[in-house]
Structure formats: C-alpha cells, structure tokens
Nanobody, 120 residues
Framework: QVQLVESGGGLVQPGGSLRLSCSAS????????MDWYRQAPGNQRELVAT???????NYADSVKGRFTISRDNAKNTVYLQMNGLEPEDTAVYYC??????????????WGQGTQVTVSS
C-alpha cells in the first residue's frame, strides 16, 4: 500500500508564491510519473504538471512560466513551486504517483489534497 501526504497550501495574495510538497511512503519499489492536479469548485479535476522519473516535465498552458514541478527521487517527494499566483489558481491541489510496489504490482496513489486560495 502506498500513501501520499501533501503539504504547503494556504492563503496568498495575488502575485505571491507557494511551494507544495507531496511525499510518498509504503511498499514502494519504484515511482514513474508524479503529477499535480487541481480542482476548483464546480470544475473538473485538471492536470497541472507532470514530471517523469527521468526528469522530463509537462505543464498546462495556464501555468507555464509560473509553476515549476520538481522531484527528489531519494525522498519519493514531488514539489510544485507556484509563482505569480492568480485568483484563478484557487483550487484544491492533489498529487498523484504511478509506480510499482515491492512484489511488482502497479499502483496509482492520490494525496488527500491541499487548499490553495489566492485572494487579496
């Protein structure tokens, strides 16, 4: 079983910054892609950023140039540095990880979500 725990959300003024963290634990053999999603009230969950095990990244057009995803493979942790935050970034942010547990089975795990609110 794999658990993901997120931290770093909060209230920030427009133009401000936040850094989200998500750490995976459990019977992990390897982790492939790690993603950040977000869901605003009344909206579907959307993919914000992806980082693969080799370090390649992809971003939603709405966050390119403002958000940076990174990971520490030794700590099974993914980060999302968010700069230039806008009210439209307000949402619950979720991390997701795909990989293999010891024994070889695949897993897809989600964090519990962390609230990010951008408001003056």
């Amino acid at each position: 079983q794999v658990q993901l725990v997120e931290s770093g959300g909060g209230l920030v003024q427009p133009g401000g910054s936040l850094r989200l963290s998500c750490s995976a634990s459990g019977s992990i053999f390897s982790i492939g892609a790690m993603d950040w999603y977000r869901q605003a009230p009344g909206n579907q969950r959307e993919l914000v950023a992806t980082i693969r095990s080799g370090g390649t990244t992809n971003y939603a057009d709405s966050v390119k140039g403002r958000f940076t995803i990174s990971r520490d493979n030794a700590k099974n942790t993914v980060y999302l540095q968010m700069n230039g935050l806008e009210p439209e970034d307000t949402a619950v942010y979720y991390c997701n990880a795909l990989g293999l547990v010891t024994g070889g089975s695949r897993f897809s795990a989600w964090g519990q979500g962390t609230q990010v609110t951008v408001s003056s």
